[in-house]
């Protein structure tokens, strides 16, 4: 049973930085792309992120580009993300997804992790 | 690329049928039959119910199903019931390794 776990939301002021994890299980997870989505309050799904099975691509959308790194550890499972320089735009319940293997949807989701970036 | 167009809401009662659309362009909705549908019910993970347009992966009622047409794809869900009470996104490829998504609707089930 496909399982993704986030971790290391938080409430952080405008200027911080935070990690967030995800763990996988269930699955092999070094054989997919992983992907972050974040929901804003009371907007729509945004994919952030995704990483490629061995980390030999990375994507990062417009809004994120050069404050976020996504990583992943194939042998812990795990995939991260670091962002910094954040602001009060990048509040919102952040979740890793799984890539389906044909690449255009997201099989497996997490339950997310809130950021709140605010004074 | 833009986000596609969701209507904000719907509703409807126990055993009706409602349709939630998902407009988006020749860029994407249109040109690709890869348009995905996910269930998310609060403080819970997101579901995938509905992929390339029509195709339910394995253990997603038969109540739920997709379709395309031009630029809009729809989701529909029969046979209306408590559980199915939500959010529903819509996801579509719009080439070169781009995923839009939808705004999101919010059913409710009266």
């Not at chain 1, 996504?70 to 919102?92: F, K, V």
Request: aromatic share 10%; charged share 15%.
């Amino acid at each position: 049973q496909v399982h993704l776990v986030e971790s290391g939301g938080n409430l952080v002021k405008p200027g911080g930085s935070l990690r967030l994890s995800c763990v996988a299980s269930g699955f092999t997870f070094g054989d997919y792309y992983m992907t972050w989505i974040r929901q804003a309050p009371g907007k729509g799904l945004e994919r952030i992120s995704y990483i490629s099975d061995t980390s030999g691509t990375i994507f990062y959308a417009d809004s994120v580009k050069g404050r976020f790194t996504t990583s992943r550890d194939n042998a812990q499972n795990s995939l991260y993300l670091q962002m910094n320089s954040l602001g009060a735009e990048d509040t919102a319940v952040y979740y890793c997804a799984r890539h389906s293997s044909t690449y255009n949807y997201f099989d497996y989701w997490g339950q997310g992790t809130l950021v709140t970036v605010s004074s | 690329q833009s986000a596609l167009t969701q209507p904000a809401s719907v509703s409807g009662s126990p055993g009706q049928s409602i349709t939630i659309s998902c407009n988006g362009t020749s860029s994407d909705v249109g040109t690709y039959n890869l348009v995905s549908w996910y269930q998310h019910h609060p403080d819970r993970a997101p579901k995938l119910i509905i992929y390339e347009v029509i195709k339910r992966p394995s253990g997603i009622s038969s109540r739920f199903s997709g379709s395309k047409s031009g630029n809009t794809a729809s989701l529909t869900i029969s046979g209306l019931q408590a559980e199915d009470e939500g959010d529903y996104h819509c996801c579509s490829y719009a080439g070169n390794a781009v995923l839009l998504f939808g705004g999101g609707t919010k059913l409710t089930v009266l």
